[in-house]
């Protein structure tokens, strides 16, 4: 007893893989058996005292069993528990039906051994997820898709090789159990199409949304305003599109959003720094019990040594730009061309001001002007996840720099603050028609200036995506595809010009990095990011509408 308990642990850790190899034992042995011509002489012993459509029935839902068993295997490696119930309770129906087949005792007796290997093997699976939240791949279908071919061809071997002598009996009991070794592998079949048709379709439960009337919302604010470790996009919590988890002592959460099976979660946990692993293991836990993709989305290099603890691979993404303010100076004949398009919008009549949020709601139908108008000449539409939108509500959560020419505002960018004052940075930045040239530049030296005043170390002019990767021989695939784009996609994005416009500024770049459990994980996590941001296909592939040709 002693030895066992010892050795339980290892057993246990061996067992999701044990379950999965019984499983698809006995998955493929009611495939074969299935396709494959019955025993003549037990055949005829059954047909005295058993119904013919018992027989049948019996054949058919053994051969669906069988493939039901070669997708629960998955289900078990990925150590659902469902998968364990699931596997049970068919293992027992395909034992109760084997007598039926033609007194088959070897094919139950060795669906009894897999129910001895597997029933005591519970605790290796501890993973509440449905079965429904079972992550089917197209590899895994394909793989089951080829056991059931295999299948297929043995049967077709096996009729093809089979002497039934000139008794016209034993040619019967042989036409029929051609007719019966087809119908079991269509049904099979069949059932293999409809369960891929399905997991195209089906969607895994998410944890519920918190928004701006949920008593969690009020915890974020609370949090937020007081955090010993936050990122300025941190604030993004305030959009009303993402998932939180919270410490147990509520002065830390992590923000993440859902789409398919990944939760992505931005940045990291905020709040206090010391409570930061333990609620990184918990997302992790609680993803892995929902069969779902964990991952961290625009982390820096302060962040990685949580992310090795967790066991993630990661790839960089990109870099994002920090000016220290300190030692921002507009002299120079680097910063001549700054300097001009600053003093010209100056002299041109255009002013700066930081609102405060009560006062941002005075101001909030010309905001929104503004911004209807900026977005009349861009693609994509509002964006959400990684990127603040346009809602009323939101924008009223922050401090809202405006730059007015004649006292009519035309243009403004709404302020991420920090509670620690390390950084600060904008989020929306939106601009009329009737801007003057160049405000973008008068606005942000204005805002580096007040910054400076505020008591702000940096200001984060945010991500270039893709920027900094490598194009070596040895470099990761995904590197060397991120700089290909990055070089020239820009009828994608305008990858190298986001880089030059903040260099202008002579910001400290830093790396940015995307964690998942596996490596192959990282693109499907990317497009989800895609697709979070910008609302999905529909928002991915809006374009601008083109502006009129002018009048003569």
Do not use: C
């Given at each position: 007893?002693?030895?066992?308990?010892?050795?339980?642990?290892?057993?246990?850790?061996?067992?999701?893989?044990?379950?999965?190899?019984?499983?698809?034992?006995?998955?493929?042995?009611?495939?074969?058996?299935?396709?494959?011509?019955?025993?003549?002489?037990?055949?005829?012993?059954?047909?005295?005292?058993?119904?013919?459509?018992?027989?049948?029935?019996?054949?058919?839902?053994?051969?669906?069993?069988?493939?039901?068993?070669?997708?629960?295997?998955?289900?078990?490696?990925?150590?659902?528990?469902?998968?364990?119930?699931?596997?049970?309770?068919?293992?027992?129906?395909?034992?109760?039906?084997?007598?039926?087949?033609?007194?088959n005792w070897e094919e139950a007796a060795v669906l009894i051994v897999c129910i001895l290997v597997v029933s005591p093997l519970h605790p290796a699976f501890p993973r509440q997820a449905r079965l429904s939240r079972m992550e089917i791949t197209p590899g895994w279908l394909l793989s089951a898709a080829a056991v059931l071919v295999g299948a297929g061809m043995l049967g077709w071997w096996s009729f093809a090789n089979a002497d039934y002598g000139d008794v016209p009996v034993w040619r019967l009991v042989a036409d029929q159990d051609?007719?019966?070794?087809?119908?079991?592998?269509?049904?099979?079949?069949?059932?293999?199409?409809?369960?891929?048709?399905?997991?195209?379709?089906?969607?895994?439960?998410?944890?519920?949304?918190?928004?701006?009337?949920?008593?969690?919302?009020?915890?974020?604010?609370?949090?937020?305003?007081?955090?010993?470790?936050?990122?300025?996009?941190?604030?993004?919590?305030?959009?009303?599109?993402?998932?939180?988890?919270?410490?147990?002592?509520?002065?830390?959460?992590?923000?993440?959003?859902?789409?398919?099976?990944?939760?992505?979660?931005?940045?990291?946990?905020?709040?206090?720094?010391?409570?930061?692993?333990?609620?990184?293991?918990?997302?992790?836990?609680?993803?892995?019990?929902?069969?779902?993709?964990?991952?961290?989305?625009?982390?820096?290099?302060?962040?990685?040594?949580?992310?090795?603890?967790?066991?993630?691979?990661i790839q960089k993404i990109g870099e994002a730009a920090a000016v220290p303010l300190e030692s921002f100076s507009l002299a120079g004949r680097r910063r001549e061309v700054l300097r001009r398009n600053w003093r010209k919008a100056g002299e041109g009549g255009a002013s700066f001001e930081v609102l405060a949020p009560e006062r941002t709601l005075e101001v909030m139908d010309e905001l929104k002007a503004i911004s209807d108008e900026w977005l009349g000449h861009h693609s994509g539409g509002e964006k959400a996840f990684s990127l603040?939108?346009?809602?009323?509500?939101?924008?009223?959560?922050?401090?809202?720099?405006?730059?007015?020419?004649?006292?009519?505002?035309?243009?403004?960018?709404?302020?991420?603050?920090?509670?620690?004052?390390?950084?600060?940075?904008?989020?929306?930045?939106?601009?009329?028609?009737?801007?003057?040239?160049?405000?973008?530049?008068?606005?942000?030296?204005?805002?580096?200036?007040?910054?400076?005043?505020?008591?702000?170390?940096?200001?984060?002019?945010?991500?270039?995506?893709?920027?900094?990767?490598?194009?070596?021989?040895?470099?990761?695939?995904?590197?060397?595809?991120?700089?290909?784009?990055?070089?020239?996609?820009?009828?994608?994005?305008?990858?190298?010009?986001?880089?030059?416009?903040?260099?202008?500024?002579?910001?400290?770049?830093?790396?940015?990095?995307?964690?998942?459990?596996?490596?192959?994980?990282?693109?499907?996590?990317?497009?989800?990011?895609?697709?979070?941001?910008?609302?999905?296909?529909?928002?991915?592939?809006?374009?601008?509408?083109?502006?009129?040709?002018?009048?003569?």
């Open positions: 007893m002693q030895l066992f308990r010892e050795l339980r642990p290892a057993l246990l850790g061996v067992g999701p893989t044990v379950g999965a190899i019984a499983a698809l034992t006995a998955g493929v042995m009611l495939l074969a058996s299935g396709a494959t011509p019955s025993d003549p002489s037990r055949f005829l012993h059954l047909l005295r005292f058993t119904p013919q459509i018992l027989i049948e029935a019996s054949h058919f839902l053994s051969s669906i069993l069988g493939i039901v068993l070669v997708l629960l295997a998955f289900g078990l490696r990925a150590r659902l528990d469902a998968a364990w119930t699931a596997t049970l309770v068919t293992l027992v129906l395909a034992t109760l039906l084997a007598p039926f087949k033609g007194f051609v007719e019966r070794a087809i119908r079991s592998s269509l049904g099979a079949a069949m059932a293999l199409l409809l369960f891929g048709l399905w997991r195209m379709f089906v969607m895994p439960a998410k944890p519920q949304v918190a928004d701006d009337h949920d008593p969690d919302f009020q915890r974020v604010r609370a949090i937020l305003a007081k955090a010993e470790w936050s990122q300025p996009d941190s604030n993004l919590a305030l959009l009303g599109d993402k998932r939180f988890l919270f410490s147990p002592s509520g002065e830390t959460f992590l923000m993440f959003g859902v789409r398919g099976r990944s939760w992505i979660a931005m940045d990291g946990p905020v709040g206090n720094p010391n409570e930061r692993m333990e609620l990184l293991w918990r997302f992790r836990e609680l993803a892995d019990a929902r069969a779902a993709r964990p991952a961290l989305y625009g982390i820096g290099p302060e962040d990685l040594p949580d992310a090795v603890e967790l066991g993630f691979s603040g939108g346009f809602i009323p509500r939101y924008v009223g959560e922050f401090p809202v720099a405006v730059v007015r020419v004649d006292g009519r505002i035309v243009a403004f960018a709404t302020l991420w603050p920090t509670a620690t004052r390390k950084s600060f940075s904008m989020d929306l930045m939106r601009y009329g028609d009737g801007a003057p040239k160049n405000v973008m530049d008068y606005l942000f030296v204005e805002l580096l200036e007040w910054g400076r005043e505020q008591g702000y170390a940096a200001f984060d002019f945010g991500a270039a995506p893709l920027a900094g990767l490598e194009d070596r021989p040895l470099a990761p695939i995904m590197s060397r595809v991120g700089r290909l784009l990055f070089e020239r996609g820009e009828e994608i994005y305008n990858f190298r010009g986001v880089r030059r416009y903040k260099d202008k500024y002579d910001p400290l770049w830093q790396p940015r990095y995307v964690a998942a459990p596996h490596k192959w994980q990282i693109p499907m996590i990317l497009a989800d990011v895609g697709l979070l941001s910008s609302g999905g296909v529909a928002g991915l592939t809006r374009r601008a509408p083109k502006r009129p040709a002018a009048e003569d």
